[in-house]
């Protein structure tokens, strides 16, 4: 077992334990857009950063992805980690201001401003759909692509993946489009393939817009019948 | 090759490889890694060894083929062993020389290096100060060896450290010994090898642990694990093969870039040569060790070189970063115990084991053992790869191993450890160089890029550079790296085009240390440095880009514009009127002169020309075009009255008065445009005659008195009354003019006092202060210099009071004493070069100690002699007098021109301050000075500057005290300029304009500048002036020539995107 100390309150874990399971299990909130329990940690969004150690070695780290340690004090909610917080939302506020995932975190981090150029991405790469494809679907359909700002997520040299069953699983952990794919009225859902029996057909460029990976279309394929 | 069984058979080989070997034939060495190569060296080798064959020289001559031995910037280079003759930049027929004189035992002096700064021939390659200030342990290998030959890596004691640690059998012990070095880890982070090794060697060794050798090599600017890569491949080997020993490893692996060609073919030529010979593979040499190195290449991806993310790349996947813990220590490759070093941190293993850990640690300083190589490129005079002893000053590599500054501008920073690494300013070069200093200082070792920078580079512009290439290179996992880096360079693109904010600045401070704490890789987390540390030391730039919408160092092009106009303190379009005439249309570019500049003809004189020196065909390698000899062509044409200056506001009695004290060019400049503006304006002037210093100071033979009378006329006009005789805290004070009725006063009182040496007989009759020496001459004609006469100081005034006193009657001789060199002498070069010609002397180094005297009269001066000491900040060597090197010189003259100030002791009693270096204080926004309605330009201001200055001052005063009585706001008026009107190019073809050489202006001859004060400088020839116009690279072009639209295109058959 391996002890250490969350905002003070000490605690002992089993080995392997990460940083953010150990501070939820306090019920110590900390906000995560790329985690989701079953899939591998990533630690791609940084939201869930906390502070560790102490005096000068003081450092953030991605709490998700970073393993308990004996003796650690961490703080989820320094001023430090408040600050890194607040303007990682406002960076995906400029980036992807559309999520409504990413609209409550910001209104609970109270983040009243964004001062950066507004762009309209329907991205965050956080890569959930990645892990989701690969390792709940067994399918490994699609992944990430080119590095620094050409990063991007599809199927390589965008070709249809011969194992991609239309599962849908890629745009129900997705918190930039999950809204409109598991709208709570699934007849209004923009597209909805995976929860609307009877989806609307879209144009093919807004389909694409949209980051959906179903090719073909699933409301084309339900229509075929 | 035969495969060696034991110790005993190298030993064998080692020693039959030796006794083949004859020391005392002579070598040629060919340095032909990537940038010899690139320069020419595979021609030298081609010719070499067909002279080699010809002449029959193969047993008399050894020909070796090497990589890259440092000194890049003269490659090709050939050195000859083992005398150590050195050859720069040889070429094919040189090298046919070579070979003749190596033959004949001959040293070829013609070809010899140069020393730039003393002008001696030197020999040796190992005198040149370039690398006599080095260290050279891992880099002189690189020379001993052709990379692709494994017996002559034998031959220079290779493979003798693998040796004695198999045969000792004691794989602690090697361990012990690099922990005993105290060698660190020489990628970036300067973790301890030993330590690293031992966390190795304690896992566990169920299923096979890795050492890595890291030549992902990525930094803009820095090559020295190419060098080593190319150049001397089995000596990594045998540091691998040690470190695979003392931690007991199997695999070994070699992750080097694709895009070093040349190093991937040496190393696997080197590979293949040790396993051959039993080196690499299974029992090595029969002690049961065995070892396999595989090579991976990496696809480019700077993000490779931080080791997680190598470790992705070589299972083959993609290379990204991870989270660390677990390190690779722990688990790296496939799960497996690895530990990853850098190329120079292996190339350095054999080296400790050759001269032993404790000799090792004895280099550099106690925390940072052993040398570490830089690669020194950028605005630097000697660029190249250094390796010097750790703990040795920024100042030692830069200046005395760089030999200094590349050109004429100062040196401002150094950038060191490549895109995440920080700018050092100059005034901190005083820094050792080490991991922790570097790191204090805000920057990084990194993996050794260092780049220097001058004042031609921007630091805005440095950063958005760097910011650019990380926002590339990020992997892109972490959001605030990826976006990170992406906002940061969105905010300093805006900057650099002169839309930046203040708010946005405190952004994009916010947001890099923020990117700095959240991100998970060695690469985010530096990220932010090139912006912190730029904005840490260089702030003042940053807000000039946002407040002035200027860039100092001419380099934002929405922000320069032109750099001809924008340098003029005018705004003068300098390309304008030359491109008008280029092509004939004089009367027009004389308008455009006169537009913004009321002096021209003065200017076209006198100007120190800010314009050449920002000229882009002089920053390019050229030299700029001779602007103000243009200028002066166009003024000695076209005459004045085609420019009519337009009153804005009708001249009636009511409107209000303005007293302008002082009439040089500021106060002169004021009282023109405020007289347009309606005003009713008084001169007072203190001298007999209006001008300032244009009358009492400049000579006549540099500026005629009649064209400065013509123009100083043309600019008094009916709103205009001029006093002379008059002056300020003799005949009237400040309070007397407001009661007189005027409504604002502008003080242009220039700066009159010369400042005094404070040696002792500074009083004696003989010795004068410039000032009064040039001001009797120049006003009443006085002639005060006879028999020697001698002048301290190095500026213009100097220049210029020793050029008069040439030119008085019973005057023998004239010395110039100034305390540097000559080409730190703050006056014009021209006048300089003039004054010699006429036959003035010159002593440098030489600083006054006393004036001597007889019965009260000068009787000569005695000085002392100057070395020059290190350098200071500004990149100038300090002058140290050098004791007993006293000498007398006897003098009849003395005129002491160490600079002026301006003589405005009883102003404080009117009410206006004055600052601590003893000039009026104004604001400089609005050059009001503390004293509400009075305003201060010019001289009295800034301290003797020049006419231009002055000219721009009275502009600035003439609108600020116009808004001032018209009751509106102060502020700042300084639009960004760029060229707004297109004047259409003479249609020069690229060959015709290179062909052209800068026109210089012909002199007077010697024999009539000699005795009279007639005009030194001639106008240019109308067909040099001409083709001097047509060299300008028109700038301009860029922003004002119309786009032609896209139907005209598609007509042209251009395709427009």
Request: with cysteine.
């Amino acid at each position: 077992m391996i002890e250490l100390t969350i905002n003070g309150l000490k605690l002992s874990v089993e080995k392997g334990t990460t940083l953010l399971e150990a501070a939820r299990f306090l019920g110590f909130p900390i906000p995560t857009l790329c985690h989701m329990d079953g899939l591998t940690p990533y630690g791609a969004c940084r939201l869930c950063v906390v502070e560790i150690g102490e005096g000068a070695r003081a450092r953030l780290v991605s709490s998700c992805t970073y393993p308990a340690e004996d003796g650690l004090k961490i703080r989820t909610a320094s001023s430090r980690v408040m600050k890194a917080r607040k303007m990682i939302l406002e960076l995906l506020l400029a980036s992807c201001p559309q999520s409504k995932t990413i609209q409550d975190l910001a209104s609970a981090y109270e983040v009243r401003q964004q001062r950066f150029k507004q762009e309209y991405e329907t991205c965050i790469l956080c890569g959930l759909c990645v892990r989701m494809c690969e390792e709940q679907m067994m399918a490994k359909a699609i992944g990430f692509r080119g590095r620094g700002e050409h990063r991007s997520i599809g199927t390589p040299f965008d070709v249809q993946s011969d194992v991609c069953r239309l599962c849908g699983g890629c745009m129900y952990v997705c918190p930039a489009c999950q809204l409109r794919c598991t709208y709570t009225e699934p007849e209004k859902a923009i597209c909805g393939g995976c929860a609307n029996l009877s989806p609307p057909c879209l144009e093919k460029e807004q389909f694409d817009d949209m980051m959906c990976y179903m090719k073909p279309c699933v409301a084309c394929e339900i229509r075929k019948d | 090759m035969e495969r060696l069984k034991s110790i005993d058979n190298f030993k064998a080989l080692q020693r039959r490889i030796l006794s083949d070997v004859n020391p005392a034939i002579p070598t040629i060495v060919i340095s032909a890694g990537t940038c010899g190569q690139a320069s020419g060296a595979n021609d030298l080798i081609r010719v070499s060894k067909r002279e080699l064959l010809s002449r029959r020289l193969t047993d008399k001559i050894r020909l070796r083929i090497t990589g890259c031995q440092g000194f890049c910037q003269m490659e090709p280079l050939v050195v000859v062993q083992p005398y150590g003759t050195f050859y720069p930049h040889v070429g094919v027929k040189e090298m046919s020389r070579i070979v003749e004189a190596v033959a004949a035992g001959q040293v070829l002096r013609d070809l010899l290096y140069v020393d730039p700064e003393t002008g001696a021939i030197i020999e040796k390659q190992d005198d040149i100060p370039f690398f006599a200030r080095q260290t050279r342990t891992i880099l002189r290998g690189n020379e001993k060896v052709d990379p692709i030959r494994i017996y002559d890596y034998i031959e220079s004691g290779g493979y003798s450290a693998l040796m004695d640690v198999l045969a000792r059998q004691d794989p602690p012990w090697v361990i012990e010994q690099v922990k005993a070095s105290g060698l660190r880890g020489r990628g970036g982070a300067g973790f301890l090898t030993g330590q690293k090794w031992q966390m190795l060697a304690d896992q566990r060794n169920g299923r096979g642990k890795f050492l890595v050798c890291n030549g992902d090599e990525g930094d803009p600017g820095a090559y020295m694990d190419r060098s080593v890569l190319e150049g001397n491949p089995h000596s990594i080997i045998e540091g691998m093969l040690i470190g695979a020993y003392g931690t007991g490893v199997t695999s070994g692996v070699i992750y080097v870039r694709n895009e070093y060609p040349l190093a991937v073919k040496h190393l696997v030529i080197a590979l293949r040569q040790a396993n051959e010979l039993g080196l690499l593979g299974s029992n090595i040499l029969g002690t049961g060790f065995s070892f396999d190195i595989q090579m991976v290449k990496g696809a480019g991806a700077f993000v490779c070189g931080e080791e997680t993310a190598l470790i992705r790349s070589v299972e083959g996947k993609m290379g990204e970063p991870r989270q660390r813990p677990p390190y690779p220590v722990q688990k790296g490759i496939d799960g497996k115990p690895t530990a990853i070093n850098n190329v120079e941190t292996w190339a350095n293993i054999p080296a400790i084991f050759t001269q032993g850990a404790g000799e090792f640690a004895k280099i550099g300083t106690l925390q940072n053992t052993g040398t570490k190589i830089f690669s020194l490129v950028g605005k630097v005079r000697n660029t190249g790869l250094v390796e010097v002893p750790m703990g040795i000053t920024i100042n030692e590599i830069v200046n005395t191993i760089g030999g200094g500054p590349a050109g004429p501008a100062r040196i401002k920073a150094v950038q060191t450890g490549g895109p995440s690494g920080g700018c050092i300013p100059a005034k901190m070069f005083d820094l050792p160089i080490d991991y922790q200093s570097l790191a204090q200082a805000g920057s990084i070792m990194g993996s050794g890029g260092m780049i220097v920078m001058d004042e031609n580079t921007c630091m805005v512009d440095v950063a958005r550079y760097f910011m650019n290439f990380l926002k590339d290179e990020s992997c892109g996992k972490c959001f605030t790296c990826r976006k990170g880096t992406q906002r940061m360079w969105e905010i300093l693109d805006d900057i650099t085009q002169g839309k930046g904010t203040a708010s946005e600045l405190e952004l994009l401070e916010e947001l890099a240390l923020v990117v700095k704490d959240t991100t998970m890789c060695g690469l985010g987390q530096t990220a932010a440095n090139p912006v912190l540390s730029t904005l840490r030391y260089f702030r003042q730039e940053y807000e000039h880009h946002i407040r002035e919408k200027r860039c100092s160092a001419f380099v934002c092009k929405d922000l320069v514009g032109a750099p001809c106009q924008s340098a003029c303190p005018l705004g003068t379009e300098a390309w304008r009127y030359v491109a008008h005439l280029a092509r004939g249309e004089y009367q027009e570019a004389y308008r455009v002169i006169r537009e913004t500049n009321p002096f021209p003809s003065v200017c076209a004189r006198v100007c120190d020309h800010k314009c050449e020196s920002r000229c882009r065909l002089g920053t390019s390698g050229s030299r700029p075009v001779a602007i103000r000899a243009l200028k002066r062509f166009i003024t000695d044409h076209v005459d004045p009255s085609v420019f009519k200056a337009q009153p804005r506001v009708p001249t009636s009695p009511d409107n209000p008065r303005v007293a302008i004290v002082g009439s040089g060019p500021a106060g002169l400049t004021a009282a023109h445009y405020l007289s347009l503006d309606g005003y009713r304006v008084t001169v007072f002037e203190a001298d007999q005659e209006p001008g300032g210093m244009l009358t009492s100071g400049i000579p006549a033979y540099r500026l005629r008195r009649d064209v400065l009378q013509r123009e100083i006329e043309s600019l008094l006009d009916e709103n205009i009354t001029l006093k002379c005789n008059t002056a300020l805290g003799r005949d009237f004070t400040v309070d007397t003019l407001f009661k007189q009725g005027y409504k604002a006063v502008f003080l242009a009182l220039g700066a009159h006092k010369s400042r005094r040496l404070n040696i002792e007989g500074e009083d004696l009759e003989g010795v004068y202060p410039a000032i009064h020496f040039l001001k009797e001459f120049n006003l009443q004609g006085k002639k005060l210099a006879k028999g020697h006469a001698g002048i301290i100081g190095g500026g213009n005034s100097a220049v210029d009071a020793a050029r008069v006193a040439l030119r008085q009657e019973g005057v023998e001789s004239v010395t110039l004493f100034y305390r540097r060199l000559r080409h730190d002498m703050p006056a014009l070069k021209e006048e300089v070069d003039l004054a010699i010609e006429e036959g003035i002397q010159l002593e440098t180094l030489v600083t006054p100690v006393k004036i001597e005297s007889r019965d009260g009269r000068l009787t000569g001066i005695q000085c002392v002699r100057n070395e020059l000491g290190a350098r200071d900040a500004s990149g100038r060597r300090h002058p140290v007098p050098i004791r007993g090197t006293e000498f007398l010189r006897s003098l009849d003259t003395l005129v002491i021109t160490i600079g002026d100030e301006p003589d405005i002791d009883y102003i404080t009693s009117m009410g206006i301050e004055i600052n601590e270096r003893g000039t009026l204080r104004t604001d400089p926004d609005t050059l009001a000075t503390s004293r509400g309605g009075v305003f201060a330009g010019g001289d009295v201001v800034t301290g003797p500057n020049t006419v231009v200055d002055a000219i721009a001052a009275g502009k600035k005063a003439a609108v600020m005290i116009g808004r001032y009585l018209r009751g509106e706001e102060m502020k700042p008026t300084e639009p960004v300029r760029v060229p707004q009107v297109y004047v259409a190019p003479c249609g020069i073809s690229e060959e015709e304009a290179g062909g052209l050489r800068r026109a210089e202006p012909h002199t007077l001859p010697i024999e009539l500048r000699k005795r009279s004060f007639s005009e030194v400088e001639l106008p240019l020839l109308d067909e040099d002036a001409q083709s001097e116009a047509k060299r300008c690279l028109r700038c301009d072009l860029e922003f004002t020539e119309p786009r032609a639209s896209e139907p005209e295109l598609a007509t042209a058959g251009v395709k427009t995107v």
